[in-house]
């Protein structure tokens, strides 16, 4: 069984009040039972994490060595500016996807550039709590 790791970052933790018109009107909760629910129907062993500061961030990415065997993470903000997040996944290794629950691209110019696609094997935008189903599904059936 593959252990997966999902981590999200800022302001994810405001799902449900925040934008709803943009983020829909399920709460974090709803999130994170999508992703244990999901996760175990495809045979993945999943943690998940959330927080809004860059350097806890980068703590779980760090911890995430010699322990998963595979990185979900939306980034938040922190996708657009933070090098340290990218330079955390490049140092512990592991096979990473990117995910984002709105279509970064097609937003406002700031948010097309993603520090963390520089890293990430996939990047997944736009497709809401599915995306991180497709995720999870990327990294159980990626050859080792």
Do not use: C
Request: aromatic share 10%; hydrophobic share 40%.
């Amino acid at each position: 069984m593959k252990k997966i790791l999902v981590i999200n970052g800022p302001n994810l933790n405001m799902l449900g009040i925040r934008e709803p018109g943009l983020y829909g009107k399920s709460d974090y909760a709803s999130l994170v039972r999508f992703i244990e629910e999901r996760a175990a129907l495809s045979g993945a062993d999943v943690s998940v994490v959330q927080s809004n500061s860059e350097g806890a961030i980068i703590d779980y990415i760090q911890r995430s060595l010699n322990i998963f065997d595979g990185i979900v993470i939306n980034a938040g903000g922190y996708t657009h500016t933070s090098v340290a997040i990218l330079d955390a996944l490049k140092a512990v290794g592991l096979p990473a996807v990117e995910v984002h629950l709105t279509d970064i691209y097609s937003r406002e110019e700031f948010r097309r550039f993603s520090y963390v696609s520089l890293y990430a094997e996939k990047t997944i935008a736009g497709k809401g709590f599915e995306g991180y189903a497709e995720a999870i599904d990327y990294l159980i059936n990626k050859k080792v």
